[in-house]
């Protein structure tokens, strides 16, 4: 069968706590991981998290963002 794609419905930043949310459509039961690239075209993307269980319709996660990476790096989401 063919998997569903998905979209990142929500980016916010908050600059003061450094917390980043990322929150996307999902499938119930599925697992996601976030990655992160300072250049996403060379396809060198770290792990950011990891087994974010879905929480139906939409999943969001939050993490922090330390402040020297700030602004430095594109994000995406992946079904794992």
């Known amino acids: 069968g063919t998997v569903a794609g998905f979209d990142i419905v929500?980016?916010?930043m908050n600059?003061?706590?450094g917390t980043l949310t990322l929150e996307?459509?999902?499938?119930?039961?599925?697992?996601y991981a976030i990655e992160k690239a300072s250049t996403p075209d060379q396809?060198?993307?770290q792990n950011a998290a990891s087994d974010i269980p879905s929480t139906g319709a939409?999943?969001?996660h939050n993490f922090t963002?330390?402040?020297?990476e700030r602004g430095r790096y594109?994000?995406?989401?992946r079904r794992q």
């Open 10 to 12: 929500r980016v916010e």
């Open 24 to 31: 996307w459509t999902s499938t119930e039961g599925g697992t």
């Open 65 to 68: 963002v330390p402040l020297r």
């Open 58 to 60: 939409s999943t969001s």
């Open 43 to 45: 396809n060198l993307w």
């Open 15 to 17: 600059q003061i706590t």
């Open 74 to 77: 594109f994000y995406r989401v």
